[in-house]
């Protein structure tokens, strides 16, 4: 098949890699596995073998005919010919004979170029899906499960773990991947939160960690006066109340600790 870089088309034709994703989603009859940018089928034909039903979203017809053709002995495979991000996944849900509480299984080797705007969506989904499985850049994949106190801990780590449990299941050499990208890759799962933490409001929430984040060699204090327009003072004192050191750096802020400053802000200034 020829492939398009514009779509991030690489594909996986390591059998080793493929046998030890199938291990870890271990698809189920009861499963419905929503997969994202199937390609020629190669998890697809996996998927079929054993769970109920796979809907793949692929958004190139050349691909689709390949996929087409090598699934063609199934008859539990929808094929979706569009762009995953443009895709209802909540309307979809309702059109599957779910039994109660069951939700989607999200699987796929995706487009890394969209893979920030991928997370976004399965992550504003979450009362839907269970549970994501995908291979994406590895680097993308070390600042994700990377907790306070890391280099890589950012506010990606905050964003996906707030909503998340993720693990980094193992690694995959670019080498397993025709063409072979720049990078290498990782394989995640994302466990979504049935319970996250409750705040008052989510953007706002995120706009602190990123302001937090702004300038990562400076003090949060810093930070978050400039950003929020609130005396070095103030911020201080809610610090000082939370017993978290005055010269604190955003990498060294727990998700925990970014939510309890977060509500601090709230209820005083916002
Ligand atoms: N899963 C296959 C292919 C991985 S390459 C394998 O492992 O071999 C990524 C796939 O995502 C390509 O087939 C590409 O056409 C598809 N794709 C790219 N952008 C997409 C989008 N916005 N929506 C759905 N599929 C997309």
Redesign the pocket.
Known sequence: MRY?KF???????DTVKIARMIKEINPQKKDIIL??????????REFLKKAGKVIA????KD?IEKLKEKTSEYNNLKIIH????ELDIKKLYEEQKFDLNQKFLVA????Y??TGPIIEKIIENRKIIDCAYL?IQKEVAERIVAKEGSKKYGTLSVFVQFYSEPHILFQINRKA?FPEPKVDSAFIKLILKQNEPQIKDHILFFKIVKAAFSERRKKVVNNLSKSLKISKNDIAEILNNLKIPLNVRAENISLVDFIRIFDNIYEKFL
């Not at 569009?82 to 991000?85: A, E, H, I, Y």
């Open positions: 398009k779509l991030g088309q690489h594909f996986l034709h997969e994202i940018g199937p390609g020629s089928g190669v998890l697809t979203v692929e958004i190139d691909a569009g762009d995953f991000l796929g080797n995706i487009p170029y969209i291979t991947f």
